[in-house]
């Protein structure tokens, strides 16, 4: 029997419905059709809602999905038929903050698609922070976004000995001189 | 080359602007040749992986050698000291998943970073380590795993734990001798680590009972204080209740106390983690339920969305055991009807139709009309199948349901929406008989103009069957002839012959309807004018004083003998040769799941127009029929019920066996449905031996046993016992199956010559005095039993003893009875002392019956009844008294 409350996939889709990033924990979606019709019933059922202030729900076949949205970028979090709702709403809240985190203290500033594609990896190693196999990992977003940042530092100091804020100016710092090389 | 994230023009602000665009796979394997630059750039290796990754993101797959030769570049980069391209990297083995000959290359890297100075290092490769390991090396890095779980960094801590949770799956024995650490971690001062080490400590002993219920015990006192970790004590908690449930029938419910005081948890998660547990109790009582509904109509309210869905989905899945329970959260829910989230307002109304009364269903079905506009059709599905219940609840109700739904069936929807409409509006016609006129009437007018084939011709076939049985057939006659002229062939052709159908059953309607008919043979379709030649000769229009024979009708509308799945299939396994197709050879058992659908109430009722005009009579049909084909049973009469299957073996055994009871004036005939579950094994001469020593009143008067029984190909043998005319005798019966076993050679399918003999041990079997009524419900019970009259009412009283609750005893009572409840009156409200529910059924020798049940249950648990029956017959009267009084 499975008591561990689990995530069976988080998306991040743009305003169209296409996938920026995706990662899967379960054998629910085997190919990648079957994830991209998952992706497109998700996104169609969601498009019209207005999930930016508060993350919103839906059941979609037979799954609890939970989103959020900022800008042109679409979050979701789907878990089973049966999992505490809002266990999921702190997964999405964590992931859609965290890239937001990231994101605003990258080149444009900009939360928005087009920073997300250019910064694929920070979202991917947001992702890899959030979530491992389907077991929750982390949903603060500072510490989610701290982790990720503090990959960006050299090995110098240990994490502890600076705050959030430091380590993000820092990084924010590094990040830019990477982009414009 | 090109370099994508280079571009960083601020104009450029066209919508499908990506880094990515036009990437490709081949392109991007050959940049990964700078992976085995001597002088590495970690920039630019990190742009490369991140198109690696993208590609792989976006369900691009690679082959077995590319991948291969990828992950060998990316264990070159483990020179970089760049901590940013090691996190790339370790993201790359992981996406991998590299075969086990190749995970050595990086194993030593990966355990170097394991030991590092650096948090971050030593977190990531504990889990990409193991992620892509396997056994033998585990136990080599047993020792740095341990470790980290005490890791005085919650990162480290909770990277190990993780991958414990995984290991667990394939590696349960090593990550078992962890325990001593996890249980340590459990104490940390750090959320996440302690919700993983809980995780992790109660899948090491899950199959311990007695730790889990120890782990448990110690747990609730208090230490716990991540949100998540309190969810998942939570569960656990729920599961030790559920399992501990068997043994203490009385008193307190252990950690009951505990769940409670999570209700004030100040996390919402906990709360509504708390609340659902509590809902879901078995046999949750109103006092516990109480405090759990009282937090989730707190949440009804709330802002945030999540939140408000979640407390709906809950309170609609508790209206569905405890309506009154939910009743107080009615003014909440119906402020959720105009819910921006229409997920959230479907739920409200669909729960607001299961608590509702028979008061508030006009001002309900006010605010659903509204609501119907502006939702999809799925919801809307829902909307209309919580109607249908609801009519059948409050039967007295049916006009306005009934309106309710023909207006939304004017109203544009799909296929699926208007299939469930009209599937309720028969199921209301078929149990409420009030409602057949004005229903049949709405069906009439909707086929009027009907864009959908398929519902035309069912609505026209129920038509067929139903109108000529109303007080005006003629009426309908005119709808169905429009057809004629207005629709496709396929609805002609179904028009003609419902008009076939009133011109065979309303004997002052068929010269009109042959005048129809005539008409049609000059139709341009090939079917519709051979069906109307046909019915025009078999029906004797050139004579049309002559009475409709019998068999001509039995001919044109009679059903068929044998269940069309069966026929199918023989039609299907039927290779064309000189032998033509014997219907007889047609197998007529019937699969017994449609059985258990019609048991099953508050499902989903599947029958609807397929199975036109009543699914329990459909099965009662098939019995009879089934029955009255074998001359040993022939001579029985009329059959009066047929029960539901009793399972004589359980689930996953050799020989599947179930029997129904089948009750006659004078026998009782025992159906046994056996199936064999071995494909190597040919059963011979099935027989079911039954001793009757138990049951004196019975004695056994025929038998027929089965020729062969293949595997999966159920089959059935009977037993026949004559009893005294219609008494309702009762008695135990034990089963033994004997047969001849043959081996079945698997390749040939051939069974071998000599078989052995053999037996096999089935359960007992019971007739009880419920098996001789019929459950047979009134839409007016009131009316019912004052046209009953008291001349054979028989009033007593009797204590139940201490029981668990009013509707424990009360669902004893009714089972004991073999009765339907009627007017929803089988659910008790919570926290009431005091209960009355009606039942009513037809006895054997089709005695109507009428029961007015009223409980009574005082502080000690101990439950009063009074029982007031009313019959047809005083004999049947006293009966029902001693069915209680012995039961």
């Not at chain 2, 043994?247 to 999570?262: A, H, I, K, V, W």
């Not at chain 2, 065979?504 to 068929?510: C, G, H, P, Y």
Request: charged share 25%.
């Amino acid at each position: 029997m499975e008591l561990c409350p689990s995530v069976k996939n988080v998306l991040l889709l743009d305003s169209e419905g296409n996938r920026i990033a995706a990662k899967y924990y379960c054998d629910d979606w085997p190919t990648n059709s079957a994830k991209e019709a998952f992706e497109k019933a998700v996104f169609t059922k969601t498009q019209k809602t207005n999930a930016r202030t508060e993350a919103e729900i839906a059941m979609i076949e037979n799954n609890v999905v939970v989103y959020k949205f900022v800008q042109n970028l679409h979050f979701f979090v789907t878990g089973g038929e049966d999992e505490n709702e809002l266990i999921l709403a702190t997964v999405v809240q964590g992931f859609s903050d965290a890239v937001g985190i990231l994101l605003s203290t990258c080149s444009r500033g900009q939360v928005d698609k087009r920073e997300a594609l250019e910064n694929l990896d920070l979202i991917l190693m947001c992702l890899d922070e959030i979530v491992d196999g389907g077991i929750i990992l982390e949903t603060d977003p500072n510490v989610i976004a701290g982790k990720i940042a503090s990959q960006s530092l050299d090995a110098g100091g240990p994490l502890s000995e600076q705050t959030i804020s430091q380590a993000l100016a820092t990084a924010r710092e590094h990040l830019t001189r990477s982009l414009l090389k | 080359m090109a370099q994508p994230f280079m571009k960083k023009d601020d104009d450029d602000e066209e919508a499908d602007y990506s880094p990515f665009l036009g990437i490709e796979k081949g392109a991007v394997l050959q940049e990964a040749r700078v992976f085995n630059d001597p002088q590495l750039d970690p920039r630019r290796c990190s742009q490369v992986i991140t198109k690696l990754l993208y590609l792989l993101n976006q369900g691009e797959t690679f082959t077995k050698t590319e991948a291969t030769e990828v992950f060998f570049a990316v264990t070159k980069l483990f020179q970089s000291r760049d901590i940013g391209l090691r996190r790339m990297v370790y993201l790359m083995i992981k996406e991998i998943s590299p075969s086990a000959d190749e995970v050595i290359i990086v194993t030593s890297s990966l355990m170097k970073d394991m030991n590092s100075k650096t948090d971050m290092y030593r977190a990531n490769a504990i889990r990409v380590l193991c992620r892509i390991t396997d056994g033998t090396l585990l136990t080599q890095i047993e020792r740095y795993l341990k470790q980290a779980i005490v890791d005085k960094n919650p990162v480290v801590a909770s990277a190990a734990l993780v991958s414990g949770i995984h290991l667990l799956q394939t590696n349960p024995e090593i990550v078992k001798r962890w325990s001593n650490e996890v249980q340590e971690a459990v104490q940390s001062r750090a959320a996440l680590v302690q919700f993983h080490a809980l995780a992790v400590l109660h899948q090491i002993r899950q199959n311990d009972r007695l730790a889990v219920s120890k782990l448990v015990t110690s747990l609730t006192r208090g230490s716990v204080r991540s949100p998540l970790a309190q969810c998942l004590l939570i569960r656990y908690t729920s599961q030790v209740i559920h399992e501990s449930a068997g043994n203490s029938q009385t008193g307190e419910r252990p950690f009951f106390d505990y769940l409670e005081s999570c209700l004030r948890h100040k996390a919402e998660m906990v709360i509504l983690e708390a609340a659902r547990a509590i809902t879901e109790l078995n046999g949750v009582t109103s006092r516990e339920l109480t405090p759990a509904i009282t937090v989730l109509q707190l949440f009804l309210s709330s802002s945030k969305p999540v939140l408000r869905f979640a407390a709906v989905r809950t309170l609609n899945k508790v209206a569905m055991t405890h309506p009154m329970a939910v009743t107080n959260c009615n003014i909440d829910m119906e402020s959720l009807i105009s819910d921006q989230n229409r997920s959230i307002a479907t739920l409200a109304i669909t729960t607001l139709l299961k608590t509702g009364n028979e008061s508030s269903v006009d001002r309900l079905m006010k605010q659903i009309t509204n609501f119907m506009s502006d939702i999809a059709d799925e919801f809307k599905i829902v909307v209309v199948e919580a109607i249908r219940s609801l009519c059948l609840k409050f039967p007295l109700k049916y006009r306005s349901l009934m309106n309710f739904l023909s207006n939304i069936l004017r109203e544009e929807g799909g296929f699926e929406y208007k299939k469930a409409i009209i599937d309720s509006i028969v199921i209301l016609i078929r149990d409420i008989p009030e409602a057949k006129e004005s229903g049949l009437l709405h069906l009439c007018e909707f086929i009027e103009d009907c864009e959908f084939t398929y519902l035309s011709t069912q609505i026209l076939h129920f038509l067929g069957i139903e109108g000529p049985k109303t007080s005006d057939p003629s009426k309908y006659i005119r709808y169905i002839y429009n057809r004629v002229h207005l629709e496709n062939a396929t609805v002609r052709a179904s028009a003609v012959s419902t008009l076939a159908k009133f011109g065979a059953m309303v004997e002052s309607l068929k010269p009109r309807i042959f005048v129809l008919l005539r008409r049609c043979l000059f139709d341009s379709d090939d079917e519709v004018r051979d069906r109307a030649t046909l019915y025009l000769n078999t029906l004797g229009c050139d004579d049309s004083e002559v009475e409709t024979s019998a068999s001509a009708n039995e001919f044109l509308f009679g059903s068929l003998e044998v269940p069309l799945a069966n026929l199918e299939t023989s039609l299907k396994n039927y290779e064309p040769s000189d032998e033509s197709f014997d219907i007889n050879s047609v197998p007529k058992e019937i699969k017994s799941q449609p059985l258990a659908e019609k048991k099953a109430p508050g499902k989903k009722p599947t029958a609807g127009l397929a199975a036109p005009p009543s699914g329990p009579a459909t099965t009662v049909d098939a019995y009879e029929r089934l029955l009255s084909s074998i001359a040993e049973f022939s001579s029985f009469g009329k059959l009066f019920k047929s029960s539901a299957p009793v399972e004589l073996t359980e689930a996953g055994t050799e020989y599947a066996v179930n029997v129904v009871k089948h009750i006659f004036d004078s026998h009782v005939l025992f159906q046994y449905n056996c199936t064999n579950t071995i494909p190597e094994v040919l059963l011979e001469n099935v027989a079911v031996i039954v001793d009757s020593s138990d049951a004196e009143e019975f004695s056994e008067v025929a038998s027929k046993p089965l020729r062969s029984l293949p595997y999966d190909s159920p089959g059935q043998t009977f037993v026949a016992f004559e009893k005294p005319d219609g008494v309702p005798a009762v008695g135990k019966f034990s089963n033994m199956l004997k047969f001849i076993v043959k081996e079945v050679d698997l390749p040939t399918g051939e069974a071998e010559e000599d078989g052995v003999e053999d037996e096999y041990q089935l359960e007992d079997l019971e007739v009880v005095a419920a098996d001789y009524m019929l459950k047979v419900g009134v839409s007016n019970f009131r009316n019912a039993w004052e046209s009953m009259g008291a001349d054979f009412e028989r009033v007593d009283e009797y204590g139940l003893g201490s029981r668990e609750s009013l509707t424990e005893a009360m669902n004893a009572v009714i089972d004991l009875l073999g009765m339907q409840p009627c007017e929803g009156t089988e659910v008790v409200p919570s926290n009431s002392r005091s209960h009355s529910c009606l039942l009513s059924g037809v006895y054997i020798g089709n005695v109507k019956v009428l029961v007015r049940l009223s409980f009574g249950i005082d502080g000690q648990r101990d439950v009063a009844m009074k029982l007031a029956v009313r019959s047809e017959d005083e004999s049947v009267s006293d009966a029902i008294h001693e069915i209680v009084a012995s039961g």
